[in-house]
């Protein structure tokens, strides 16, 4: 999302911003572009080049005591030229009784002004959180997400190849299911990308054969997730015998959701794999990779090792793919 309106802050209900309205109803479609925040400083004394009119505009103790030592008249004018530079919204913190001359002038502007009982640092924290949650770039894809030993692994495939009946099974081995059929997908930090359900159909899994199930009810809290960081993508695929799968993991494959790249495993599918040994197996390897251990490459080198050493040997290392 690129922006969001000042109304939606109103609106919510999770990070605790504890907003009122006290002036500048019509001016609630304004957008803010940006989760930094921004309290004015000088810009009370005019000078408004880095005035950064896509944030929110925090009033704290420091600007409200400094309105404070100005005329009425004085007051009336700086702040009737503040607003004038078009700020998406104007937030005073500390539960501070918001003066009539900042009232009217918001009111004038169309520029609301709002009211927080909380400490400007604490709402400042809050409200990042927020902005940087709701301003997140998003997508959604079908597939399963899954808490695997700690370790996020989206499950992808085409409809109707067994992910679903894989996530039952991993569930009912003590791992949590964060997201079926659809999940949703954030970018929350560089480098890293979340996953949580719908809304719709939070904590619920759909099962050819059984149709809709609720997996906290059947299994308890314990089995399901809210949210959880994507570390690996398991693509599962239909077996073709003329297809020469990786059989080393020597180089890893990458897929990219929101412009990050996460380690990708091809898994192909036919009767008799065990695919959920196979789900829990790549969490493991994964945490070991995190230790700095990569099986794959130190097989490879002690290979190459054993073969320079052997007798007849010309030397150089050999690619055992």
């Not at 409200?127 to 700690?150: C, P």
């Not at 009810?217 to 693509?235: P, Q, T, W």
């Not at 695929?237 to 180089?251: A, F, I, N, Q, S």
Request: hydrophobic share 45%; with cysteine.
């Amino acid at each position: 999302m690129e922006a969001t309106r000042v109304g939606a802050l109103l609106e919510d209900r999770k990070f605790d911003l504890r907003l009122t309205l006290v002036a500048g109803k019509r001016g609630l479609a304004r957008k803010i572009a940006s989760s930094r925040i921004q309290k004015p400083g000088l810009a009370l004394a005019g000078y408004t080049e880095y005035l950064h009119r896509e944030r929110l505009q925090i009033f704290g103790n420091t600007e409200m005591s400094y309105l404070r030592t100005l005329s009425p008249e004085r007051a009336a004018e700086v702040l009737g030229q503040f607003f004038r530079q078009e700020v998406a919204c104007l937030v005073v913190t500390k539960g501070i009784e918001v003066p009539a001359e900042m009232a009217r002038a918001g009111e004038a502007a169309g520029v609301p002004v709002l009211s927080t009982s909380h400490l400007s640092s604490t709402f400042i924290e809050n409200v990042q959180n927020y902005l940087e949650d709701i301003l997140a770039a998003a997508t959604s894809m079908h597939g399963v997400l899954l808490d695997v030993f700690g370790v996020g692994i989206l499950l992808l495939g085409k409809s109707g190849i067994g992910k679903s009946e894989i996530a039952l099974d991993l569930v009912m081995r003590g791992h949590r299911l964060v997201a079926d059929d659809i999940v949703d997908i954030k970018r929350h930090a560089p480098g890293a990308v979340w996953g949580t359900g719908s809304e719709i159909i939070k904590h619920h899994m759909e099962v050819r054969g059984l149709g809709i199930i609720n997996i906290k009810d059947l299994f308890g809290v314990a089995s399901i997730r809210e949210r959880k960081k994507i570390e690996i993508v398991l693509e599962l695929v239909d077996w073709d015998p003329h297809v020469e799968y990786d059989r080393l993991g020597v180089e890893e494959k990458k897929f990219r959701i929101l412009d990050v790249e996460i380690p990708l495993l091809i898994v192909p599918v036919r009767p008799g794999r065990n695919l959920t040994t196979i789900v829990e197996v790549a969490a493991r390897n994964h945490l070991l990779k995190l230790q700095g251990h990569h099986s794959a490459r130190e097989f490879q080198e002690r290979l190459n090792r054993a073969i320079a050493l052997a007798p007849g040997a010309r030397g150089g290392e050999v690619d055992v793919e």
